[in-house]
């Protein structure tokens, strides 16, 4: 064992080639950024930052990505309950098709969506005699990023189902706990670091997702313009500091998201 003792000569020839390789990819994109962010000046990237258009669009962001985060912890806290508490024919099926969101290409999936909810599509062409249209309204970009995050929570959440002692749930039922009872009081306690998690990183991927929602949404600026959709606007026409500006808050959403989720996980994997 003689390369363990000592001065270990790989390790900053590692840690270098690690930051070496991380510095055109990850860093160098990130920096510039910020760079070009302030390079005019705070007041110019302030000024960029608080136009109605770029407000209106990180408002939207923000409520659509709560509303499909809120949908996919509960789907997937009851998905992950059912798929690992019960065996049955088709459900490693199910579990594959929860997973797919995850392998089809953001477009593909805002074209499925207008396809079934557009004016045309099979159930979008049953709603329009009623006045109902779900495409190109706010209800649509919360549908898109909901199929895109679909998996997120229950990948997160069923492990720690599938690997949970069930002694305390059976102890509980033992002193004449209800099933909701246990549900809630035993086994939903032990799932908090789960939920946590899979919740933040279903809202750091809604809250940037482009693909599905430049489809379904319109792209409206002031009515369906999400944030990644304006920081291409933006940067389509020209405006490069406007387009900059927004990213800049969605990069330091982002890094704040996943520093909690780093920084607290002692906490998370608490049960």
């Known amino acids: 064992m003689r390369h363990v003792r000592g001065f270990d000569v790989v390790k900053p020839f590692s840690i270098a080639t690690m930051i070496a390789i991380m510095l055109p990819l990850v860093l160098l994109p990130l920096a510039s950024i910020f760079l070009f962010g302030t390079s005019k000046g705070l007041d110019s990237f302030w000024a960029a930052l608080t136009a109605p258009e770029a407000i209106f669009a990180l408002k939207l962001s923000v409520v659509t990505s709560f509303w499909a985060t809120a949908f996919n912890v509960i789907f997937g806290l009851f998905a992950s309950y059912v798929l690992s508490r019960y065996n049955f024919w088709g459900r490693n099926a199910l579990i594959v098709i929860i997973s797919l969101p995850t392998a089809i290409p953001t477009a593909v999936a805002g074209f499925a969506l207008l396809l079934l909810w557009g004016p045309y599509g099979t159930l ?13 309204t706010a209800w649509a970009i919360i549908l898109a990023n909901i199929f895109v995050t679909f998996p997120l929570a229950f990948g997160v959440i069923k492990p720690v189902f599938d690997t949970m002692s069930r002694s305390l749930e059976e102890a509980s039922a033992t002193i004449g706990a209800t099933r909701w009872q246990t549900f809630w009081h035993v086994t939903l306690p032990s799932l908090r670091g789960a939920i946590v998690t899979g919740a933040l990183l279903t809202f750091a991927r809604a809250v940037g997702e482009f693909g599905s929602t430049i489809l379904v949404s319109g792209n409206l600026a002031n009515h369906t313009q999400t944030a990644p959709l304006y920081i291409f606007a933006k940067f389509n026409e020209g405006q490069v500091e406007a387009a900059n500006a927004v990213a800049v808050v969605l990069a330091l959403f982002s890094f704040a998201i996943f520093s909690v989720l780093f920084f607290a996980r002692d906490w998370l994997d608490t049960e």
């Open 124 to 136: 979008g062409r049953l709603l329009a005699p009623h006045g109902v249209n779900v495409m190109f």
